[in-house]
């Protein structure tokens, strides 16, 4: 999950977050001196691990749309919900640069064990089923979205 209500009304506001894009904004505000990268030798094409980062409110929609199904007696699924591909951590941190119009402070970090390459979501079966369709799959809105909740944070 990333992002953060498009109106402003709501975002994450866990205290030490570890999420990368809610980390990515601190650093970018100044909240944080740096962000680390937890390996840069992953085989990914830029050598940084890869996520599919849904935006909260597509997530929000989907939660709405299974709980309607279950209501409606179509009974109980299991669905992956996400965009069905990812961004790699060097994409979001020169993404942000971009956005925010200077470079981000990186630190290079071992891996941390558990973590994998790539993990992309499956969201075939949402998209079918429930007809599910994502509003907000563009990795510059979602990092705009975040940016703007911490700063008001």
């Known amino acids: 999950m990333a992002g953060a209500d498009p109106q402003g009304r709501s975002g994450q ?25 937890y390996g840069t030798d992953w085989p990914t094409a830029d050598g940084t691990g890869v996520r599919d980062f849904i935006h909260v409110d597509d997530l929000a929609a989907a939660h709405r749309l299974a709980i309607e199904a ?19 951590v060097s994409a979001v941190v020169s993404t942000l640069g971009e ?17 994998l390459a790539e993990v992309v979501a ?24 975040s940016l703007a909740w911490e700063a008001r944070s």
Request: charged share 25%; hydrophobic share 30%; with cysteine.
């Open 13 to 37: 506001s866990t205290p030490r977050a570890t999420h990368l894009i809610k980390v990515a904004a601190e650093v970018a505000l100044g909240k944080r001196e740096a962000l680390e990268i």
């Open 99 to 115: 956005i925010t119009g200077k470079p981000l402070p990186t630190r290079a970090a071992p891996r941390r064990p558990g973590d």
């Open 122 to 145: 499956d969201s075939a079966a949402l998209r079918e089923n429930l007809g599910w369709r994502p509003r907000h799959d563009d990795l510059r809105e979602i990092l705009r979205h």
């Open 70 to 88: 279950l209501c409606n007696g179509t009974g109980n699924r299991i669905y992956n919900c996400g965009y069905g591909h990812g961004f790699s």
